[in-house]
């Protein structure tokens, strides 16, 4: 069982930057692929960003990409969003999330563990 742990959340004003931590435990953080999203109010949880087991391939949303960058850190069991040029339909509560296997996932439905998530605000 993987327990994630999300930080890094809160006000900015539009252009700003933040960085989003994700801190995994329970399980060998390096087998999983590791995901973002967010969920406005009202909306379904979307697809951020995604990132391979060894940190070497990535891939984003149409809307964040060129904006925001996914890494990780194996050896402290962490992976972060760096969020720049932050909009404010960037606001939401975002989530990681850890899938065992191989290739790109962007469906919600198939990652295995989530976070609490952490809000993120953009003011404009």
């Known amino acids: 069982q993987v327990q994630l742990v999300e930080s890094g959340g809160g006000l900015v004003q539009a252009g700003g930057s933040l960085r989003l931590s994700c801190v995994a435990s329970?399980?060998?953080?390096?087998?999983?692929?590791m995901g973002w999203f967010r969920q406005a109010p009202g909306k379904e949880r979307e697809f951020v960003a995604h990132?391979?087991?060894?940190?070497?391939?990535?891939f984003y949303a149409d809307s964040v990409k060129g904006r925001f960058t996914i890494s990780r850190d194996n050896a402290k069991n962490t992976v972060y969003l760096q969020m720049n040029s932050l909009k404010p339909e960037d606001t939401a509560a975002y989530f990681c999330?850890?899938?065992?296997?191989?290739?790109?996932?962007?469906?919600?439905?198939?990652?295995?563990?989530w976070g609490q998530g952490t809000q993120v605000t953009v003011s404009s």
């Open positions: 999330a850890a899938v065992a296997g191989v290739g790109v996932r962007q469906r919600a439905t198939e990652y295995d563990y």
């Open positions: 329970g399980g060998t953080f390096s087998l999983y692929r």
């Open positions: 990132i391979s087991r060894g940190g070497y391939n990535t």
